[in-house]
């Protein structure tokens, strides 16, 4: 069976600006795929062209096995969009907004009801079905963005960013109605900067940086660290000066500073042998550091997708280099993209 999503060597140009560099990968049926990078890194640029609404300068695309650039209306039925940010109409409220889009896609009469009501349930929108659509909340909003990205109950959704803006108990409800999604066997392409909260929900995790995929694999697998930098992380505190602790640092061999805490800091040592760990803490009761902390930590998502970007910089990630554009083009054109 193929894939929900599959993308291979996708590029997409602006000009010189390179925002989609060769990148593939594949997302199964009935998974979620959370979609990590930073600002800029290209993640709504792969995900527009996945929805139908920007080409490829080149590469394919596919949802379900079927090509978004020359099959896009048959790609559309199968997609719910849920853009990072989305126009309301003033004076249309919840009820009107939803029946609106319902029509749209050629819902009629009792049937047309029905599934505006379902989805209304389903985003707990009802008691709010005569509120205009323009003055709702933050996570409101994005519960109206979602019911409507649901009308046509679409096999895959892909979500830009739906949890940014809002707060701890609107991203939670928001986390759970993904969860019950992902239960029914949707499957689930959802960009966030949260990476813990991706971490919980997700099959798996797909990381870009400047327009190329840099990791996809399991949240506890990175956690682990089994595909990070290696070795252990340990919180280190003393009593007086923070900066003894980076300074004694820079001296030790196998043992890296990484960030300043208001006590000492976070520190990795290059070998996950507890002994190995013992002989530092040794060492800098040795050399006069008056430790009164060191605990190991565990590694969160946002170390690990620090750890891979800084691999990166220091040329130690074998990132696989996509092949090269056989010739660089500054306007895309849907033509170049072909079905596998
Ligand atoms: N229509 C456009 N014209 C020119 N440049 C664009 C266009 N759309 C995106 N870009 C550029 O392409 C790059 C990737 O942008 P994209 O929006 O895909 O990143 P992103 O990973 O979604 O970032 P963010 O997390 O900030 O939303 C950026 O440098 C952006 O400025």
Redesign the pocket.
Known sequence: MSAALKVHNLYRY??H?Q??NGVSFEVPHGSVCGFV??????????MRILATLDYPTMGVAEVCGINVVNHPSEVRKLIGWMP?HFGNYEHMTVLEYLDFYARALGYKGKERRQRVQEVMEFTDLIPLAERFSNKLSKGMTQRLGLGRALLHDPQVLIM??PAAGLDPKARVELKHLIRVLAKEGKTIFI?S?ILSELGEMCDSLLF?NA?RVVHHGNAEDLKRGADALGGVLYDVQVAGEAQTVSDWCVLQPHVEFLEARKHGGRIRIETDDPAKAADVLSRMVKDGLRVVEFHREQRNLEDAFIDILGRIERGEKNVIAPPPMPETKSAPTATTASES
Request: glycine share 22%.
């Open positions: 602006f000009g600006l925002a989609v990078g930073a600002n800029g890194a290209g993640k709504t640029t792969t990072d830009d960013e960009s900067h870009i327009g």
